[in-house]
């Protein structure tokens, strides 16, 4: 059996300067965990390893889908 399907690697973002505590609504937190899932699975899809994504990777990655889908040019 292949260890790396077993093995779950973190993702860390290279160099966080913020960190932020926002209050959240039932519905955001349910959003914002349907995205990680949902990043997860498309990670493990592309790559054929497991990973958990925490929340601000999760949203830093967020932020940069919803960048690129909607053309906002970042300085």
């Given amino acids: 059996m292949d260890n790396s399907m077993n093995e779950v690697k973190v993702l860390r ?14 519905f955001g937190s349910d959003m914002l965990r349907a995205v990680r899932r949902f990043q997860s699975e498309k990670y493990e899809e592309a790559k054929g390893q497991k990973v958990e ?10 932020l940069a889908d919803y960048c690129k889908l909607k053309g906002i040019k970042i300085n």
């Fill in 53 to 62: 994504i925490p929340y601000p990777v999760c949203i830093h990655m967020m």
């Fill in 13 to 26: 973002l290279d160099s966080p300067v913020v960190v932020r505590k926002v209050p959240m609504t039932d």
